[in-house]
T-cell receptor, first 117, second 114 residues
Framework: AQSVAQPEDQVNVAEGNPLTVKCTYSVSGNPYLFWYVQYPNRGLQFLLKYITGDNLVKGSYGFEAEFNKSQTSFHLKKPSALVSDSALYFCAVRDGASGGGADGLTFGKGTHLIIQP | DAGITQSPRHKVTETGTPVTLRCHQTENHRYMYWYRQDPGHGLRLIHYSYGVKDTDKGEVSDGYSVSRSKTEDFLLTLESATSSQTSVYFC?????????????FGPGTRLTVT
């Protein structure tokens, strides 16, 4: 079975500082990893994904994520936080060995990111 | 929101009444999903569809049924709503059900069962 853990319910960062939102995963095969962002009263928006290749993946709004196979992690990062980055962030994983369907995409419980002016 | 609409956006209903939520897409994607979002649980898959009239259960399917008579529409029905089904419901679509394909989400429906 596949699983995702986001160990922090909330992350507080001062505007202009770098931010990191943590995600660890567990799959039996090779992972496909995703980050989504949810603003208040909105649906989830796709930010970026890791399939294979370069461990540093760049996405929308200046976000990037670093895949670390040995630590089974896929942490979301941004060099300089903006107040507008305040939102709920979800990590998700799919086992590359699965056919999808009911076992397709597993989401973490989400991390509230709060950027303080 | 990637050509996905959900209706209604908000609904308050009483326990025991039937409720149908609609998801409509203009992307012509084959795969569609219904999730519920609850604090502390993230998103949980209710049902999904891999084509017209082809559907299957997800993680939390009890008390829910779905139908897909057209590529663009995916309906979620609560036959007899209960307070435990108070939640925010999201529809999603994708090009493929497996592999490295991301899902795209609609704006959500906030359902309150009193």
């Amino acid at each position: 079975a596949q699983s995702v853990a986001q160990p922090e319910d909330q992350v507080n960062v001062a505007e202009g500082n770098p931010l990191t939102v943590k995600c660890t995963y567990s799959v039996s095969g090779n992972p496909y990893l995703f980050w989504y962002v949810q603003y208040p009263n909105r649906g989830l928006q796709f930010l970026l994904k890791y399939i294979t290749g370069d461990n540093l993946v760049k996405g929308s709004y200046g976000f990037e994520a670093e895949f670390n196979k040995s630590q089974t992690s896929f942490h979301l990062k941004k060099p300089s936080a903006l107040v507008s980055d305040s939102a709920l962030y979800f990590c998700a994983v799919r086992d590359g060995a699965s056919g999808g369907g009911a076992d397709g995409l597993t989401f973490g419980k989400g991390t509230h990111l709060i950027i303080q002016p | 929101d990637a050509g996905i609409t959900q209706s209604p956006r908000h609904k308050v209903t009483e326990t025991g009444t039937p409720v149908t939520l609609r998801c409509h897409q203009t992307e012509n994607h084959r795969y569609m999903y219904w999730y519920r979002q609850d604090p502390g649980h993230g998103l949980r898959l209710i049902h999904y569809s891999y084509g017209v009239k082809d559907t299957d259960k997800g993680e939390v399917s009890d008390g829910y049924s779905v139908s897909r008579s057209k590529t663009e529409d995916f309906l979620l029905t609560l036959e007899s709503a209960t307070s435990s089904q108070t939640s925010v419901y999201f529809c999603a679509i994708s090009e493929s059900i497996g592999g490295p394909y991301e899902q795209y989400f609609g704006p959500g429906t906030r359902l309150t069962v009193t």
